[in-house]
């Protein structure tokens, strides 16, 4: 009798291992450690507790279905505390202490660009939200990779619609930094061949109170500004243009976690370039099931709100898809250690990925000379109440106006 329960007991639990209770048949394995560094605090903490709100989601998620390759996952997050100085700190902190395996950057840019050579030097891979065009550009290398379009490639998208759509003379402000530079720089850039004239640019310390003195410098001619600002700042912006009598559109680079009242009575005149739709409806109909299943996983209502009324939908996603490449990174490849980082790095170079649960942005290719992400970017309007989507971009339309200036493919690793 005892002999037929010890055989009982054996079977039950091979064929609870197999089929899983959750963590159990992960039990005594090796754990696969994703750092993060995300702003929780400071200028850009809407951005990074949104990213970090879905990022752990994902992990979540994705133990409870028996872990990556096998291995559970564990994600520690840093506050980078919108300061580049304080993040790459805590990067190496990550890296060296930790034991990360891999690390998620915030949309800090500066952050990134400050990052980049070190992941190099300790042989981590990172994935980054920064969108200024030189991180997967002229200061990336093999070791970045962006998992969210960039600032160039919204001006590219901004600047399609704007010909169509608000006249040919702009004049561009932005913030004095990476980011700021990025939107304005790239718009002129783009505006060029389509016949829009940039009439001047100047740019402001991050956290200015009074855009007096800067919008005093839009020229009467301008038909909309093009406006390399974010949260605070551009409702500051928006606000005090009307007060000073500019009626022109204000093209912003983000609104992300802005309502519409929080624009004041010029909110109508503000459009944005972005990489997702905040309501659930702007999004085309490929992709909408799995936005809305990921929307449910993570706690965002279809208008693009999380519970707490404070974060908006519009690409906190990043968070949720730089845990899926990864994942997709380390199953294709058969990635055990940094060792095989070179297999991980070919296994995501020209991976395409179609609309899913787990890429719920939409379809998309990660580029293989520079890393870069190609997908949707949407074009935003303030308007009746509401921040609405105007246009999709799709990212297929993106490709080919935007090729790669580097070739990360090119560099040794070891």
Known sequence: MKGKVLALISILAFVLVLFGLPGLGTAGVKPLRIGAVYDLTGALSVYGSGSNMTAKAAV??????????????????????????????????????????????????????????????????????????????????????????????AAIAMAKFAARKLGKNAFGMGADYEWGHSVVDTAEKCFAPLGIKMLGKIFSPIGTVDFVPYLSKVPKEADFIVAGYFTADVVKLVNQAWELGLRIPIFVGTLESIRYKDLGPGADLVWCGTYGSRSLDGYPEDVRPFQKKYREIVGLDEEGWDRSGKISAD???????????????????????KKDNLKFMEALEGAKVAASLEFPSGPKIMRAEDHQVIGDTYILKAENGKIVTKACIRGKEILPLYPPNVDFRKEKVR
């Open 315 to 337: 690409y906190i996603w990043a968070g949720w898809e730089g845990i899926f490449w990864i994942k997709k990174g380390v199953e294709e490849s058969g990635w055990k250690s």
């Open 60 to 153: 979540e998620y994705i133990n409870k279905r028996g872990g990556i390759a096998g291995r559970p996952v564990e994600y520690i997050v840093e506050d980078g505390a919108t300061d580049a100085a304080t993040g790459i700190r805590k990067f190496r902190k990550l890296v060296l202490k930790d034991r990360c395996d891999f690390v998620l950057l915030s949309c800090n840019s500066a952050l990134a660009v400050g990052v980049i050579p070190i992941a190099k030097q300790l042989n981590t891979i990172i994935f980054t939200e920064g969108t200024a065009r030189q991180i997967t550009g002229t200061k990336g290398n093999r070791y970045v990779f962006r998992q969210i379009n960039n600032a160039e490639m």
